[in-house]
């Protein structure tokens, strides 16, 4: 077995030399944290209520009060917890849409991540695709003509697709609904840019303050981490009206799964507790699209016809 181990861990370490294309920062340091693994956590439950003595509750909730920070409400308007990743943050937002909402149809653009279909159909939801350009921005004309009147909506937004890192404009989207009449709920998956836009001056909306309902966003991808995580943020007010308390694990049901890594938590709070960490975000960001501008350069003076596509492209 050790030799087994051994030369996975050189194929692991080897081929982070020539990783490209997928989004994620290899620049972690989670040694610190090691000595964790000797020990069984799980944090079922709401990280809110610091309940459970083999979790890490206590550092989730530090983990989710820093995001809700950086997405415009607090402890006491939103809540939150750390998810396995992007999908199933991406899922447990729409599961709170269908819960608040009448018989409600989900929309999203063309361009929005592949798991908007497996959702659909592991919620029982129709799904409409509103048309997009090359470059995965929507067709917002034709928004108005492709929605249900009759029918309550969830949209799901994109806040930076794969390929295009095109983003959807939430105000225009909701401007729609409310000039059709229809109840709706925004659902952004934030996945890739979730910790780019509240770094950078974007004219797009990306705030739970700015019609958003709920949001989700990786962990793993440009803060970076050994294993895949995220974080799911909503407005508290929707949580509620969901809630379950479960008498045997002493606390409430309000999170997609029910036992959960009490080691992700913990990854990014090492993250978030770094001296200085904003300002390394800051040159990390300004570091990504400085090679992004040389990566351009570099393929141009090979000859290569780059379209408006590769334009939009970032290399990450």
């Known amino acids: 077995m050790k030799n087994q181990l051994s030369q996975l861990l050189n194929r692991l370490k080897n081929n982070m030399n020539y990783h ?58 939103g809540w939150g917890y750390v998810t396995s990743g992007g999908t199933e943050g991406t899922l447990f937002g729409l599961w709170q849409g269908k819960e608040l909402l009448d018989r409600p149809i989900l929309y999203c653009a063309q361009s929005a991540h592949y798991s908007v279909y497996k959702a659909a159909r592991l919620l029982g939801l129709e799904l409409k695709m509103i048309p997009c350009d090359h470059r995965g921005v929507l067709y917002y004309d034709e928004m108005a003509g492709c929605v249900d009147k009759g029918r309550d909506a969830i949209f799901l937004v994109t806040l930076g697709s794969t390929m295009t890192s095109s983003l959807d404009d939430v105000a ?91 080691y992700a938590p913990m990854i990014l709070w090492s993250k978030i507790k770094a001296k200085g960490v904003m300002m390394d975000l800051k040159r990390l960001y300004s570091n990504v699209f400085k090679t992004r501008k040389d990566m351009l350069k570099y393929l141009m003076k090979m000859g290569l016809k780059l379209g408006v596509l590769i334009t939009r492209l970032r290399l990450c």
């Not at 700015?210 to 995580?229: N, R, T």
């Open 172 to 262: 225009r989207i909701k401007a729609t609904f409310n000039n059709c009449g229809i109840r709706s709920y925004i659902h952004a998956d934030a996945a890739l840019d979730g910790m780019i836009l509240p770094f950078i001056n974007s004219p797009y909306s990306y705030k739970l303050t700015d019609g958003i309902d709920s949001v989700s966003i990786s962990g793993h991808k440009l803060i970076g981490a050994s294993a895949p995580c995220g974080v799911v943020l909503i407005h508290r007010q929707h949580i509620n009206q969901i809630n379950k308390n479960i008498p045997y694990i002493n606390n409430m049901d309000c999170t997609l799964t029910g036992s959960r890594s009490g």
């Open 20 to 77: 490209a294309g997928y989004p994620i920062n290899y620049d972690f340091e989670d040694s610190d944290l090691y000595q964790l693994l000797t020990c069984h956590m799980n944090n079922i439950g709401d990280p809110f209520l610091l309940k459970s003595p083999f979790s890490t509750h206590e550092y989730e909730y530090e983990v989710v009060k820093w995001f809700l920070k950086l997405y415009g409400l607090d402890t006491e308007t």
